[in-house]
Protein backbone atom coordinates (compact mmCIF):
# COMPACT_ATOMS: atom_id res chain seq x y z
CA UNK A 1 0.00 0.00 0.00
CA UNK A 2 1.33 3.54 -1.26
CA UNK A 3 2.07 5.95 1.86
CA UNK A 4 2.99 9.54 1.60
CA UNK A 5 5.16 10.28 3.90
CA UNK A 6 5.98 14.48 4.71
CA UNK A 7 8.82 16.26 6.12
CA UNK A 8 10.47 20.02 6.37
CA UNK A 9 7.73 21.30 8.27
CA UNK A 10 8.94 23.26 11.58
CA UNK A 11 8.96 26.85 12.72
CA UNK A 12 10.49 29.78 10.99
CA UNK A 13 10.74 33.48 11.35
CA UNK A 14 8.83 35.73 8.75
CA UNK A 15 10.77 36.58 5.96
CA UNK A 16 12.62 32.85 5.89
CA UNK A 17 12.32 29.60 4.30
CA UNK A 18 11.68 26.27 4.00
CA UNK A 19 11.84 23.23 1.67
CA UNK A 20 8.79 21.14 2.39
CA UNK A 21 9.23 17.19 0.97
CA UNK A 22 7.03 14.30 0.10
CA UNK A 23 7.80 11.21 -1.00
CA UNK A 24 5.72 7.83 -1.57
CA UNK A 25 6.83 5.00 0.13
CA UNK A 26 5.78 2.25 -2.22
CA UNK A 27 5.10 2.09 -5.84
CA UNK A 28 2.96 4.56 -8.11
CA UNK A 29 2.12 3.21 -10.92
CA UNK A 30 1.29 6.39 -13.31
CA UNK A 31 0.79 9.89 -11.22
CA UNK A 32 -1.39 12.73 -13.18
CA UNK A 33 -1.74 14.52 -10.73
CA UNK A 34 0.17 16.15 -7.48
CA UNK A 35 -0.53 19.35 -5.62
CA UNK A 36 0.01 20.71 -1.70
CA UNK A 37 -2.49 22.07 0.28
CA UNK A 38 -2.99 24.22 3.60
CA UNK A 39 -5.39 24.43 6.21
CA UNK A 40 -4.61 27.49 8.35
CA UNK A 41 -6.25 27.23 12.19
CA UNK A 42 -10.21 28.12 12.03
CA UNK A 43 -10.11 27.51 8.48
CA UNK A 44 -10.76 25.31 5.47
CA UNK A 45 -8.15 23.52 3.55
CA UNK A 46 -6.95 25.05 0.44
CA UNK A 47 -4.80 24.39 -2.73
CA UNK A 48 -2.08 26.16 -2.68
CA UNK A 49 0.38 24.60 -5.65
CA UNK A 50 -0.36 22.03 -8.46
CA UNK A 51 1.77 20.41 -10.95
CA UNK A 52 0.50 18.50 -14.38
CA UNK A 53 1.94 15.11 -16.05
CA UNK A 54 3.01 17.52 -18.36
CA UNK A 55 4.87 20.00 -16.08
CA UNK A 56 2.71 22.86 -15.89
CA UNK A 57 2.09 24.50 -12.70
CA UNK A 58 -0.35 26.55 -10.82
CA UNK A 59 -0.15 28.62 -7.43
CA UNK A 60 -2.73 30.59 -5.56
CA UNK A 61 -2.30 34.05 -5.60
CA UNK A 62 -1.44 34.44 -2.37
CA UNK A 63 1.61 32.18 -2.85
CA UNK A 64 2.66 33.44 -5.71
CA UNK A 65 6.28 34.49 -6.41
CA UNK A 66 7.24 32.80 -2.99
CA UNK A 67 6.21 29.61 -3.21
CA UNK A 68 7.36 26.53 -5.68
CA UNK A 69 6.79 23.23 -6.77
CA UNK A 70 8.47 20.58 -7.98
CA UNK A 71 8.92 16.87 -8.18
CA UNK A 72 11.60 13.88 -9.06
CA UNK A 73 9.46 11.27 -11.02
CA UNK A 74 12.67 8.56 -10.00
CA UNK A 75 12.33 9.01 -6.25
CA UNK A 76 8.21 9.37 -6.53
CA UNK A 77 8.96 12.37 -4.40
CA UNK A 78 7.48 16.00 -4.88
CA UNK A 79 8.07 19.36 -3.24
CA UNK A 80 7.01 22.83 -2.13
CA UNK A 81 9.70 25.19 -1.69
CA UNK A 82 8.50 28.12 0.70
CA UNK A 83 10.16 31.55 0.30
CA UNK A 84 9.87 34.98 2.26
CA UNK A 85 7.17 33.18 4.32
CA UNK A 86 4.59 35.34 6.31
CA UNK A 87 2.51 34.63 9.58
CA UNK A 88 -0.94 34.15 7.64
CA UNK A 89 1.10 31.25 5.73
CA UNK A 90 1.08 29.61 9.18
CA UNK A 91 -1.23 26.45 8.61
CA UNK A 92 -0.63 22.51 8.19
CA UNK A 93 0.36 21.58 4.97
CA UNK A 94 -1.01 18.20 3.14
CA UNK A 95 0.95 16.61 0.01
CA UNK A 96 -1.24 14.60 -2.65
CA UNK A 97 -0.87 12.30 -5.16
CA UNK A 98 -2.88 10.79 -7.37
CA UNK A 99 -2.85 7.72 -9.60
CA UNK A 100 -5.72 6.35 -12.13
CA UNK A 101 -7.97 4.98 -9.48
CA UNK A 102 -6.78 5.96 -6.06
CA UNK A 103 -6.21 9.29 -4.76
CA UNK A 104 -3.23 9.71 -1.56
CA UNK A 105 -2.65 11.98 1.27
CA UNK A 106 0.30 12.59 3.27
CA UNK A 107 -0.66 13.07 6.91
CA UNK A 108 -0.01 16.94 7.05
CA UNK A 109 3.39 18.85 8.48
CA UNK A 110 2.93 21.98 10.67
CA UNK A 111 4.56 24.92 9.03
CA UNK A 112 4.67 27.68 11.68
CA UNK A 113 5.92 31.43 11.20
CA UNK A 114 6.39 33.59 13.59
CA UNK A 115 9.44 36.01 15.01
Known amino acids: QVQLVESGGGLVQPGGSLRLSCAASGSIFRVYVMGWYRQAPGKQRELVAS???????NYVDSVKGRFAISRDRAKNTMYLQMNSLKPEDTAVYYCKMAEPGMTYWGEGALVTVSP
Open 51 to 57: ITTGGTT
